[in-house]
């Protein structure tokens, strides 16, 4: 096992340098300047010569060769530049919202897995009753509503129910707070959203792990178990359940890494400064700099993810082993 982690953290160097091209380069192939639209943003007319300063502050006049070097050198002196649109270090940019998404993504998660894995066990063992039908009707309509039409209701219906109950409407609040400062006002603002983004990410779950179990339950081991007068719980937990888990917890580490960065619409729906409005505001500015971290960022979260997903399997399954 230890050789097959050194082995695949060697892997994603490669796999880096790869992403770290294609999104450097890319992103030079989209029409718009920065400079432009930075100067275009005063108000005041804008001429080449302007234009022309604003690029070279910027390094835009160097050649393709210089900015990559220097945006790949960033990863290994620690400095990733500044924002060409705010002037503000990438790092800090970053850092500041990404404690939220991160907080969000692990909230959601957390709301998927508690939901999906109760009712896809259930919905298994009772195949084909009117419980399993209520589960699959509860999924299929996870899935067919959108995560920010569900946030909207739930904000309306919290202005209602507060509005009837204490003659005051209230909503979240949009100010971020640390967990560690302010728990209740933490929770306060996030939880809603990560019911909202949980419930639609848990319908997927649940249909996994009602199909998964559905499959364990027919295998011949799961009929040993259960011809040597083993209760069902045991069945079903100790010999059933883990090897009904690995691809669960593929859709769930595919699911939380896509959370970091691509709540666009939920987070403009509950106002939150996360990383997926910095996305939309970074391509929306032709912000190079920050667009091409942000991505680097979502690059390393996902091979992340998968390399504790693969090491995950082989605790699930004993079958599974690496070398």
Not at 72 to 92: C, E, I, N, R
Not at 212 to 239: F, P, S
Not at 267 to 283: A, I, P, T, W, Y
Request: with cysteine; hydrophobic share 55%.
């Amino acid at each position: 096992m230890y050789q097959y982690v050194v082995k695949r953290l060697l892997l994603m160097i490669p796999t880096l340098i790869g992403a770290a091209l294609l999104v450097f380069f890319l992103l030079r192939l989209l029409p718009g300047d920065v400079c432009e639209v930075r100067l275009a943003g005063t108000g005041l007319f804008a001429s080449q010569e302007d234009i022309d300063i604003c690029r070279k502050e910027l390094g835009l006049d160097d050649s393709l060769y210089e900015q990559f070097i220097a945006f790949a050198g960033g990863y290994f002196t620690g400095d990733l530049g500044k924002s060409m649109w705010t002037g503000q270090p990438v790092v800090h940019e970053i850092q500041v919202r990404f404690k939220l998404s991160l907080q969000l993504a692990i909230m959601s998660t957390l709301v998927a897995v508690i939901i999906a894995l109760p009712l896809g066990i259930i919905s298994a063992v009772k195949q084909n009753t009117w419980i399993d039908y209520l589960v699959r009707a509860f999924s299929i309509a996870g899935i067919g509503i959108p995560s920010f039409w569900l946030g909207i209701m739930i904000i309306l219906g919290l202005l209602i129910i507060t509005q009837a109950w204490f003659g005051a409407g209230w909503m979240p609040p949009i100010n971020y707070v640390s967990p560690f400062e302010d728990p209740i006002g933490n929770l306060a603002q996030l939880i809603w959203p990560a019911l909202a983004t949980g419930y639609r990410y848990s319908a997927v779950a649940t249909r996994m792990t009602r199909s998964a179990m559905l499959e364990v339950l027919r295998e011949d081991y799961v009929r040993t178990a259960r011809a040597k007068g083993l209760i069902e719980r045991v069945v079903i937990n100790r010999h059933a359940l883990k090897n009904a888990l690995l691809p669960v917890v593929t859709i769930i580490a595919i699911e939380f890494a896509f959370l970091i960065g691509g709540l666009v619409v939920t987070e403009q729906v509950f106002n939150l400064n996360g990383l997926g409005k910095l996305f939309v505001d970074s391509v929306g500015n032709q912000d190079f700099a920050l667009t091409q971290h942000l991505v680097m960022l979502v690059v390393l979260i996902f091979v992340m993810t998968n390399l504790v997903v693969d090491i995950l399997y082989a605790w699930l399954d004993p079958r599974i082993r690496y070398s």
